[in-house]
């Protein structure tokens, strides 16, 4: 079993920021798996953010975050980060960090071995 913890969420007006973090622990064996950002507004599906590989750190975004949003890893702490910047109203949502043994820019739900519980952003107008 692997847990992914979510934290980091809250409410900030449009333009601001915000940074997630996500904690994973359990199997060593998931170690050189990636780990992914998500993300599911009310009444959608869950879509893809982003992507960051365990080894090599390569890096993948959705069209609609790239420019203003960083994921990044840091294996000593099995942590990944989602820096989030120029936020949108259209960006709130519940993001999930999930881990996957695919990296691509275009992962789906069913890609993904692990989720998070989820941690609710929240974009005023």
């Known amino acids: 079993q692997v847990q992914l913890v979510e934290s980091g969420g809250g409410l900030v007006q449009a333009g601001g920021s915000l940074r997630l973090s996500c904690a994973a622990s359990g199997r060593t064996s998931f170690s050189t798996s990636n780990l992914d950002w998500f993300r599911q507004a009310p009444g959608k599906e869950r879509e893809f953010v982003a992507a960051?590989?365990?080894?090599?750190?390569?890096?993948y975004y959705a069209d609609s975050v790239k420019g203003r949003f960083t994921i990044s890893g840091d294996n000593a702490k099995n942590t990944v980060y989602l820096q989030m910047n120029s936020l949108k109203p259209e960006d709130t949502a519940v993001y999930y960090c999930?881990?996957?043994?695919?990296?691509?820019?275009?992962?789906?739900?069913?890609?993904?071995?692990?989720w998070g519980q989820g941690t609710q952003v929240t974009v005023s107008s």
């Open positions: 960051i590989s365990r080894i090599g750190s390569i890096t």
């Open positions: 999930a881990l996957s043994n695919t990296l691509s820019p275009r992962l789906t739900y069913d890609d993904i071995i692990y």
